[in-house]
């Protein structure tokens, strides 16, 4: 009985083994392609949260946030105001994935930058963390949200768990924890009571739905109150991810706990994150992808076009394959034969695609109409380590057009540089602020490690 005593105190619960993790990792060890990875995502998350600032939905949850009033600790982006932090955290959290524009892991199944850089932001804005200190903290956040991620997926998705809502609730609270500078005990804590909160499911967009991005919101928000709980000594059960009733068991049918702390602070999974270029579903993206290529190849006009068959994997049908009429600008980003029909028309899928007066014009529905969407078994095989697309476009005059894209452009495989990041964040900035205050924002954030306060940063948002 004392041997079984000692074993039982011997073992480590994973949230432990994630707060030593968070705890001891230190900016000064960080090698500089993850510090440069870091920089990269959080100029995206900037960008696309400028952006999402003018969509409607931003605009709502602005004002609304401001009636709340409160203490004035952190920067809302794009607006020259500050509220309380669990509340900014929201609020940029939601902002970030308005437009379907944010980063993301397709191991992970979700996008980590959203929820994890919202809270960071926010803690670090009210506590006048450093560059260095972002950074790090950046990295931690992202770390846990893709190791528990990657853990329960495809399961937890497939079984209608929307990963960035609830693993995004871990990432954000690891790094708020990390700016806020908690201890092991504290940081295991904050991992439990975010394990608590941890929400999100996929029937979001269904209908007419605008409120997916709430879930990254709410769960950089949820992170942010984790960690300030911790900190006034608020505790958790630490058996939250593993336990009988434990997070990984209660939204997935199949997983595997030995990934969420194998060879932890050896490989970081911020190094497997991909860039978005289209203004869409991450799994619309190899269709888009193969689409254009055979547009812009062989100069096909929409009013050559009899037919576009699409053959995809099954998440990417079961998500976006059916809807051909979306009812909502958040919908129609997960509409794959909407998104099809406007890269034929446009040759690109940006965010201006993504209007009442686009989702409503005829000329795009009717080419949607054309497109015919079904699961190809051999591209599902391949999935996650391949999400391809092959489509096949077939014209009045019986000529037909093929392309297969094994994965879609920005994933590690197929890398977009800084220069094309700086691009993406010059055009998302526009409509919120100037090009040369975009581009004192690019040379900041290019230098973020050698900001002392990140209010140097803020200030700079309107």
């Known amino acids: 009985m004392k041997n079984l005593y000692q074993n039982f105190h011997v073992y480590e619960t994973l949230s432990k083994q994630l707060a030593k993790f968070i705890e001891e ?27 999402g600032s003018s969509s409607d939905i931003g605009k ?49 199944m979700g996008h980590p930058g959203a929820p994890v850089i919202a809270a960071a932001l926010a803690v670090g804005e009210k506590v006048d963390a450093t560059g260095k200190e972002l950074i790090t903290a950046i990295v931690v956040g992202y770390e846990v949200f893709i190791r528990i991620a990657c853990s329960i997926n495809p399961s937890h998705l497939q079984r209608g768990f929307h990963t960035t809502g609830t693993c995004g609730t871990f990432g954000a609270a690891a790094a708020a924890g990390k700016i806020l500078n908690l201890n092991i005990e504290e940081l295991t804590n904050a991992l439990g009571i975010a394990g608590i909160q941890a929400a999100g499911l996929m029937e979001v967009m269904r209908g007419e739905s605008i409120v997916k991005p709430l879930q990254p919101g709410r769960a950089a928000q949820s992170g942010v109150l984790a960690a300030l709980l911790a900190q006034r000594g608020v505790t958790a059960p630490d058996t ?84 051909y009429e979306p009812k909502t600008v958040s919908t129609a980003k997960f509409s794959l034969p909407y998104c099809i029909a406007v890269a034929i028309l446009y040759r690109n899928v940006g965010p201006d695609a993504f209007t009442i007066e686009k989702i409503r014009d005829q000329t795009i529905l009717n080419l949607a109409k054309r497109v015919k969407v079904e699961i190809d078994p051999e591209i599902d095989k391949s999935v ?79």
């Open 384 to 462: 996650p380590k391949e999400r391809g697309a092959k489509v096949e476009i077939v014209k009045l005059n019986g000529e037909k057009f093929e392309c297969f894209i094994k994965n879609p452009v920005g994933e590690p495989e197929i890398p977009v540089s800084m220069e094309d990041l700086k691009s993406k964040f010059k055009l998302l900035s526009s409509k919120v602020i100037s090009i040369r205050k975009a581009d004192e924002l690019i040379k900041l954030i290019n230098e973020l490690e050698m900001l002392n306060n990140v209010k140097e940063l803020t200030e700079m948002f309107i």
């Open 25 to 51: 990792t230190r900016y000064d060890k960080l090698e500089g392609k993850i510090v440069d990875q870091a920089k990269k995502c959080f100029l995206d998350f900037i960008g696309v949260s400028l952006l």
């Open 240 to 323: 939250i991810l593993e336990g009988e009733n434990g997070f990984c068991r209660a939204t997935s049918d199949t997983f595997k706990l030995e990934e969420i702390t194998k060879d932890l602070g050896k490989n970081y999974g911020i190094m497997g994150v991909y860039f978005k270029l289209h203004a869409s579903c991450r799994h619309i993206h190899p269709a888009i992808d193969a689409t254009l290529e055979l547009i812009n190849k062989y100069n096909i006009s929409p009013e050559e076009i009899k037919e576009v068959r699409v053959r995809t994997y099954s998440v990417a049908y079961k998500l976006c394959g059916k809807e």
């Open 60 to 108: 709502i949850l602005i004002d609304f946030m401001k009636s709340m009033g409160g203490a004035k600790e952190s920067t809302i982006i794009g607006e020259p105001y500050k509220i309380p932090c669990i509340n900014a955290a929201f609020v940029n959290g939601t902002m970030a994935h308005v437009h379907e524009l944010d980063d993301g892991h397709r191991f992970a």
